[in-house]
């Protein structure tokens, strides 16, 4: 991608955003983020080839849904549509500020309380037509992790034990690891990537008691749920350590260096 095809790409479709200050902001798993001015950002499927589609998803639903939640989030303004200029679709979102936690990790347990709040807003009973996802939001049974310790087997046996939840499909946002969410001075500032968005088990989003915070239990003192959902989330949180460490150990070109030790930070927490 080039400040030149972006620039091109608003003056054909949003020509009132062509003028405004322009530069790469980050390369993300599915997309390239570029900050747009003060307070927007355009961000452009890179790497895989459903980032188009997630992108079209975030779009339809996040609008509405974000506007309910407490803390930020790149709320879409604009669709790009396909082109000749660029073949996918593309979109114009809010900037949220911050640093990604996999770089600047959470370490006020005073977060718990944001963190929560977030998420009660969000799991709310989804429509019918919301979208389904097939890793996230699912039964655990369906997996095959390979915890290195007994003690972490035995988190991902009672997991999987665990009783199903009964409830209706709730909103998730299916993807709450360390680099989709920013920090301010160590505090939870702002929530990212919705492209997992999707309906299903609570569980899968309250594993990030463990992946984003210091300590789980102040999260849960302010989120209520039932027992069998913390031990699924439990789980959860287990099975997205093994595939952070996974992925940050992977090396170039796509590995994610800073991925392996948040990911081993996890495991250290579940462990305790």
Known sequence: MTEDLIRALLR???PDLASLPLHLAAT???????????????????ATDRASDLLVKE???LPSLGAALPLPVPTPVRLGLPSARFSKHWTVVTWVPGSPADRSPITRISSAGPLAAFLTALHRPAPADAPTNPDRGIALAGFAPAPPTPALRAIWADAVAAPAWAGPPVW????????????T???LTGVIDFGEL??????TDLAAAWLLLPAAAPFFAAY??????????????????????AIGEAGPPGGKPTWAPAGRAVLERLAR
């Open 12 to 14: 054909d479709q949003h």
């Open 28 to 46: 993300g798993w599915d997309n390239q983020l570029w900050r747009l001015g003060a307070d927007l950002a355009v961000r452009l499927p890179f």
């Open 198 to 203: 999707c309906a299903g088990d609570p569980a």
């Open 172 to 183: 998730l946002h299916g993807d709450l690891h360390p680099a989709n969410v920013l920090t």
């Open 224 to 245: 209520s749920t039932d027992a069998a959902t913390i031990r699924r989330a439990r789980g959860w949180a287990l099975l997205t350590a093994l595939r952070m460490v």
């Open 59 to 61: 779009h339809r639903w």
């Open 185 to 187: 001075d160590g505090t």
